[in-house]
């Protein structure tokens, strides 16, 4: 009896081990769904990414507004006529602004 119990025992640990530790055990098992987890948030920031500049693309190519929001915002540019007013928060300090000289009209 005492040699069935340990036969038993070792035939257990035998059919355990790779459930465990083996190539495609439960161990891997849960390091592969860590990583699945992982990389699928990366793809979705991604996605949200392309989304985002493929509706920007959009924008660009059908009108001129998307234009005019990337001059004033990124190149500093106003329309003929306008006044540009910026709002300082009270610890900000006011930007240096060179000035460009518009040359004058000779001619007509």
Do not use: C
């Not at 355990?16 to 990366?42: C, N």
């Not at 190519?61 to 990124?74: C, H, L, Q, V």
């Amino acid at each position: 009896m005492r040699l069935l119990f340990i036969v038993l025992a070792v035939l257990t640990i035998l059919t355990q081990y790779p459930l465990w530790w083996g190539k495609g055990g439960w161990l891997r098992v849960q390091e592969l769904q860590r990583k699945v987890a992982t990389q699928q948030e990366t793809n979705d920031a991604l996605v949200a990414r392309n989304n985002a500049l493929q509706a920007e693309v959009h924008d660009l190519k059908s009108g001129t507004d998307a234009i005019e929001e990337r001059a004033r915002g990124e190149l500093g540019m106003i329309q003929e006529g306008e006044v540009y007013v910026q709002i300082l928060a009270p610890h900000e300090h006011e930007p240096q602004v060179k000035t460009p000289k518009i040359p004058e009209k000779k001619g007509n």
